[in-house]
């Protein structure tokens, strides 16, 4: 093919392309935009090309301090792939969730000469993504219930064996000094074990709550310890040992509290799961400066060399059929993303897994 019939067809196939397209030069001016582009983002002048990076696109997101850069800006000095979430209006002024990767192209001397920018839509996505982490929360409140029956069943027989006391008492028409003593050192043991039962069905409920709830002010180290609690029945009868090591004082995070505890709950569950005959979890957590990090850790066979690339796919899974859907690292790489943090994972055979958490404390909130 000629120069002049390739010079033809590149604006056709870049117009025929369903992502949202812009390429950027060296200068921070836009050089290329697709149709789509002009389409989702309503931006339909003839004289889009050469405006400025920061005037052309939604490249920044003035909610959040961390976002306030142009994404195209630093992907020249850095060098390196970035990846962004906005929720946007499009054209008609709805709004839509999209996902925009920022890819350099580097010159012969390695300096970064474009950057194009792949806008997708996800809305879609997202919303079938909600859906089926309420799924896998479910599967988990179904593995949690017969520890959470037993943890309930302890408190109740107390409190049957006090009332069954109580009712020997008044059988008896009249009250010593040592019975009027009994009788309130009962009461007061039937006032704990039922605030033992509020506390687990309230952990029950924050943790089903939908991700989608308005953020607010988290406290990470609770989080944690809510889950230990609802985990407690499946450490003892798997022979798990704990080892906290929560940083006390830790600031809290501006979050979805619902989301922060499905984090933890996704990845305490698979590192109990993953300790099949006994083990340590350590839970560690502390302030990196603007970032809260947690990690957590177990002593289980861990993750084989061929498997770490492909544990954040959905539905990836070597568990037993019917011991997990293989959305739960899915959900919790995609949660993180949206409250602008990380997580990594480290792991060798027969040398437990380490899942590290740092989400920002001045975040997103999840909106992103």
């Given at each position: 093919?000629?120069?002049?019939?390739?010079?033809?067809?590149?604006?056709?196939?870049m117009?025929?392309l369903a992502?949202?397209?812009?390429?950027?030069?060296?200068?921070?001016r836009a050089?290329v935009v697709?149709?789509r582009y002009?389409?989702?983002?309503?931006?339909?002048?003839?004289?889009?090309?050469d405006?400025g990076?920061?005037?052309?696109a939604?490249r920044?997101?003035?909610r959040s301090?961390?976002s306030?850069?142009?994404?195209?800006?630093d992907?020249?000095?850095?060098?390196?792939?970035?990846?962004?979430?906005?929720?946007?209006?499009?054209?008609g002024g709805?709004?839509?969730?999209?996902?925009a990767?920022?890819?350099?192209?580097?010159?012969p001397?390695?300096v970064?000469t474009?950057?194009?920018e792949?806008?997708?839509d996800?809305?879609?996505?997202s919303q079938?993504?909600?859906?089926?982490?309420?799924?896998e929360r479910l599967?988990s409140?179904?593995i949690?219930?017969?520890?959470?029956?037993h943890?309930?069943?302890?408190?109740l027989?107390s409190i049957?064996?006090g009332v069954e006391?109580?009712g020997?008492w008044?059988?008896?028409?009249?009250?010593?000094?040592?019975?009027?003593?009994e009788?309130?050192?009962?009461?007061?043991?039937?006032?704990r074990?039922?605030?033992?039962?509020?506390?687990?069905?309230?952990?029950?409920?924050?943790?089903g709550?939908?991700?989608?709830?308005?953020?607010?002010?988290?406290d990470?180290?609770?989080?944690?310890?809510?889950?230990?609690?609802?985990?407690g029945?499946?450490l003892?009868?798997?022979?798990?040992?704990?080892?906290e090591?929560?940083?006390?004082?830790?600031p809290q995070?501006?979050a979805?509290e619902?989301?922060?505890?499905g984090i933890?709950?996704?990845l305490?569950m698979?590192?109990?799961?993953?300790?099949?005959?006994?083990?340590?979890?350590?839970?560690?957590s502390r302030r990196?400066r603007?970032?809260a990090?947690?990690a957590?850790?177990?002593?289980g066979?861990g993750?084989a060399?061929?498997?770490?690339e492909?544990?954040?796919?959905?539905f990836?899974?070597?568990?037993?059929?019917?011991?997990?859907?293989?959305?739960?690292l899915?959900?919790?790489?995609?949660?993180?993303t949206r409250h602008g943090?990380?997580?990594?994972?480290?792991s060798?055979?027969?040398r437990?897994?380490?899942?590290?958490?740092?989400?920002?404390?001045?975040?997103?909130?999840?909106?992103?």
């Amino acid at each position: 093919m000629s120069a002049t019939g390739l010079g033809e067809l590149l604006p056709a196939l870049m117009d025929a392309l369903a992502d949202a397209v812009l390429v950027i030069d060296r200068d921070r001016r836009a050089v290329v935009v697709n149709r789509r582009y002009r389409e989702v983002f309503g931006e339909r002048r003839v004289d889009l090309i050469d405006t400025g990076c920061t005037e052309s696109a939604h490249r920044t997101d003035a909610r959040s301090p961390e976002s306030a850069r142009c994404v195209a800006c630093d992907v020249f000095e850095a060098r390196e792939m970035r990846s962004v979430f906005r929720q946007l209006p499009d054209a008609g002024g709805a709004n839509r969730r999209y996902e925009a990767t920022f890819r350099p192209m580097l010159g012969p001397d390695g300096v970064v000469t474009h950057v194009v920018e792949i806008w997708r839509d996800i809305t879609e996505r997202s919303q079938l993504e909600v859906q089926l982490s309420h799924s896998e929360r479910l599967a988990s409140v179904g593995i949690l219930s017969a520890g959470v029956a037993h943890e309930i069943n302890n408190p109740l027989a107390s409190i049957l064996a006090g009332v069954e006391t109580l009712g020997r008492w008044l059988g008896r028409a009249r009250f010593e000094p040592e019975d009027v003593r009994e009788a309130r050192e009962t009461v007061e043991m039937l006032e704990r074990e039922v605030d033992r039962c509020r506390e687990t069905t309230q952990k029950l409920t924050l943790l089903g709550r939908s991700y989608d709830t308005a953020p607010g002010w988290v406290d990470l180290n609770r989080a944690v310890r809510d889950t230990l609690a609802l985990l407690g029945y499946e450490l003892r009868k798997r022979g798990i040992d704990v080892v906290e090591a929560l940083e006390p004082g830790l600031p809290q995070i501006w979050a979805r509290e619902a989301a922060v505890r499905g984090i933890c709950m996704n990845l305490m569950m698979n590192a109990v799961q993953a300790m099949s005959e006994g083990g340590r979890l350590t839970l560690t957590s502390r302030r990196d400066r603007d970032n809260a990090l947690l990690a957590i850790e177990d002593s289980g066979p861990g993750i084989a060399p061929e498997h770490l690339e492909r544990i954040w796919d959905p539905f990836f899974t070597t568990k037993p059929v019917g011991q997990g859907t293989g959305l739960g690292l899915s959900i919790t790489h995609r949660i993180v993303t949206r409250h602008g943090g990380r997580i990594r994972v480290a792991s060798e055979p027969g040398r437990g897994a380490r899942f590290e958490v740092e989400l920002p404390i001045h975040g997103t909130g999840g909106d992103v």
